[in-house]
C-alpha cells in the first residue's frame, strides 16, 4: 500500500518525515520504479538492520503513543493494532495482552501501519471504498509453522468483507493487509459513482502469472450518490374504480 501512496504523490521523503515521528530507529525505506507485467508501479522495501522482536500489544501501544505522530494517524493505527490482536488472542486461545507478536511486531509491519494511515492523510482521503478482496490458496510458512491460505488471521479478519476465491497459489492479502483495509475502508463493492484524478499502483514483492499490484485512485464523489438521497412521491386517490390501478 505504500508504494501506491507514494505513486500517488506522497513524496517518498515525507513518509520518511513522519516515521521519523515514531522516534525508532533500526531500517531504511527505499523507493523504486518497476513493472509488473508491463505496468509501471512503485515498489517500497523496507530494510530492517534490527534483529525480528517480539512485541506485545502493549509494547506497539506504547511506541505510538510516545510518538509526535497526529491524533489522526495515532488513532487509527491503535485500532489497526488492536484488532490484530484480538484475532490473534482469539485464535490462539490467549488474551490480547498475552500476545506476542511474531511477523506482525517487526518494524515493517509497524511502518505499514503507520504508513498507510498517514499517507492517506496527507493526500486528504475523507472516505475510502474498496473492491472485494481476491484471496490465494496454498500454504505459507511463519513462524507458527507452514499454515494454510489464507492465513487464519487473515480470514478471521476479513469477517464481514466481500472476498471471493482464485487459483493464484499465492499469499495475496496478508494479515497486516486485512487489518488495514478492514478499519479503513467505509465500504465494498463496486466503485462508487467519482470523478477520477489521481491514480497511484504499489507493486508486490513477487512476480506472480497476474499483475502483483495494488491500485488506489483517489477523486471526488458525485454528491448525490454522498447524500444518498431518496425521493417519495405520494398522491391520494379519492374518485376513481379501484380497477384501473389495482
Known sequence: MLGALVDLGWPVEELKRELDKLDFFGYRIEAKKV??????????????????????????????????????????????????????????????????????????????????VAGMNYLGVEKAYSSPLPLGKGFVKCSHGILPLPAPATLELLKEVPVYGSDIKAELVTPTGAAIISNLAENFGQMPPMKIEHIGYGAGQRDLTIPNLLRVSIGVIRKAYEEDVVSLIQTNIDDMNPEFYE
Open 35 to 116: 513493472a509488473k507485467r508491463g505496468i509501471l508501479s512503485t515498489q517500497i522495501k523496507i530494510r530492517a538492520t534490527e534483529e525480528k522482536k517480539e512485541r506485545t500489544l502493549e509494547d506497539i501501544l506504547s511506541i505510538l503513543d510516545k510518538s509526535k505522530l497526529e491524533e489522526k494517524v495515532k488513532e487509527p493505527s491503535r485500532a489497526i493494532f488492536t484488532k490484530l490482536a484480538s484475532v490473534e488472542a482469539k485464535i490462539h486461545g490467549k488474551s490480547p495482552q498475552k500476545i506476542h507478536f511474531h511477523e506482525l511486531g517487526g518494524l515493517d509491519t509497524i511502518i505499514d501501519v503507520v504508513g498507510a
